[in-house]
């Protein structure tokens, strides 16, 4: 079946350092899988950060950026300049066109200190 | 603008009894509304999938007599956990798109305690 596997947490990183939370994806059952990466801060829902439907492409977003790269099956979301509001949990997920269900990977707790 | 809700936010049942959590799309026609669940220290799993005018899409492990889902019409889904024991303990996530090529909007869930 499909699968993702993402930076096991927790990351622990000071403001304005940068940030990379790997994941790498494994699409067997979707010939063409969107990716997308969703973000949980405390107390509140998930919320979509960035998503790209295609290879080779680059989502951004709140100053996040990760490139869809097909040839390493990776979606590695990065930001050069963290701030503490950016702490919270990231979820990679890949999913199809039609409307089906999600795949997600563990999630990666990020805690961002003054 | 396009939101999910999904209530109650918190329960907690005795273990053998059930329990009914509900999910409204607002602002969008939701198509297609996939609920999850969340155990402690796992991921978010796909239960099952449901698009208007298509039967329920179960996944392994999850089954429609454990977990049905009713799906009437285009702004709400609710489904009901069944005899829920410790095991069904977790945090349900309703995941509803419009259409194709559409990221899914997802509620803040219903996180369920067993007794």
């Known amino acids: 079946g499909d699968s993702v596997t993402q930076t096991e947490g927790p990351v622990t990183v000071s403001e304005s350092e940068s940030l990379i939370i790997n994941c790498t994806y494994s699409a067997t059952s979707i010939a063409y899988p969107n990716l997308f990466w969703y973000v949980r801060y405390p107390g509140e829902g998930l919320q979509l950060l960035l998503k790209v439907i295609t290879a080779g492409q680059k989502g951004s977003s709140r100053g996040f950026e990760a490139t869809y790269n097909k040839e390493t099956t990776s979606f590695h979301l990065q930001k050069a300049s963290v701030q503490e509001s950016d702490s919270a949990v990231y979820y990679c997920?890949?999913?199809?066109?039609?409307?089906?269900?999600?795949?997600f990977g563990l999630g990666t707790r990020v805690s961002v200190f003054p | 603008g396009a939101l999910v809700y999904q209530y109650p936010r918190r329960t907690i049942c005795k273990s053998g009894t059930s329990m009914r959590m509900e999910c409204q799309a607002v602002?969008?026609?939701?198509?297609?509304v996939a609920w999850y669940r969340q155990s402690p220290q796992k991921t978010f799993e796909l239960i099952a999938l449901?698009?208007?005018?298509?039967?329920?899409?179960?996944e392994q492990n999850f089954t429609q007599e454990k977990f049905p889902i009713s799906h009437p019409n285009l702004s709400f889904s609710s489904m009901t956990v069944l005899n829920a024991y410790l095991e069904d303990r977790g945090l349900y996530l309703c995941g509803a798109r419009e259409g194709a090529n559409q990221a899914p909007l997802f509620g803040e869930g219903t996180r369920l305690s067993v007794l």
């Open positions: 449901s698009t208007v005018n298509s039967a329920i899409k179960y």
């Open positions: 997920a890949l999913g199809d066109n039609y409307a089906q269900g999600l795949t």
């Open positions: 602002g969008f026609q939701a198509t297609s």
